[in-house]
């Protein structure tokens, strides 16, 4: 068994297993991609567009290692669980999202990801449209955000996902929405790596 980002060979009694969505919609998993592709920027910005489609296009879910899990943000305990659950039954287990990931919004986190490694969006990689919104600062954001989350509205949440951008208090970035991921934590800036806000837990 090996893992379906670094191809290594991995131990059967620890691993996880991810849907394609929780995979590409992660900025760590373009960087770490980039970082093992042995290539120039300008080599991985001339090939970025036949990955995208690839990995967004994935129907399986993926088996992912210890090492490579480090760079994303996805719920461990659970991806561990449905890999135990895997190597018990030898069947993958059917996650809610398995399946294709939307190949715009994973240009938009891959675009980003690779502007945080080379200092610039790809030139190969064309945002959808040109974006209508607001820019908020991280800390608008986050106070915006805790509101939602425990209200658990959908809509106004995917309303929040189209209409802003959010300038980071720490680099500067400004970076879709789209690109971020809020984990049970809370979440972090996909360009510099510090946190935007905290999910304080009673």
Not at 57 to 80: G, H, I, P, T, Y
Not at 119 to 137: D, N
Not at 149 to 158: I, T, V, Y
Request: proline share 5%; aromatic share 8%.
């Amino acid at each position: 068994m090996s893992c379906d980002i670094c191809s290594k060979a991995m131990n059967r009694g620890q691993g996880y297993i991810l849907s394609t969505s929780q995979v590409v919609y992660d900025p760590g998993y373009w960087k770490r991609a980039f970082k093992l592709l042995p290539s120039t920027a300008e080599q991985v910005e001339r090939a970025l567009p036949g990955f995208l489609r690839q990995m967004s296009s994935s129907e399986s879910d993926w088996v992912v290692c210890e090492e490579c899990m480090a760079f994303l943000k996805a719920d461990r305990s659970w991806a561990a669980k449905h890999f135990q659950d895997y190597v018990k039954t030898g069947k993958r287990p059917s996650l809610q999202d398995t399946g294709p990931a939307d190949s715009g919004r994973a240009a938009l986190v891959a675009s980003g990801a690779f502007e945080a490694m080379f200092g610039r969006r790809p030139r190969t990689v064309a945002e959808a449209e040109p974006f209508q919104g607001k820019v908020v600062s991280s800390e608008e954001f986050s106070r915006l955000m805790a509101k939602l989350l425990p209200a658990g509205d959908r809509n106004q949440l995917e309303q929040v996902v189209a209409s802003l951008r959010v300038r980071c208090g720490t680099c500067g970035a400004i970076i879709a929405v789209q690109e971020t991921q809020v984990t049970e934590s809370g979440m972090d800036c996909p360009r510099c790596g510090k946190p935007w806000f905290l999910i304080k837990r009673k």
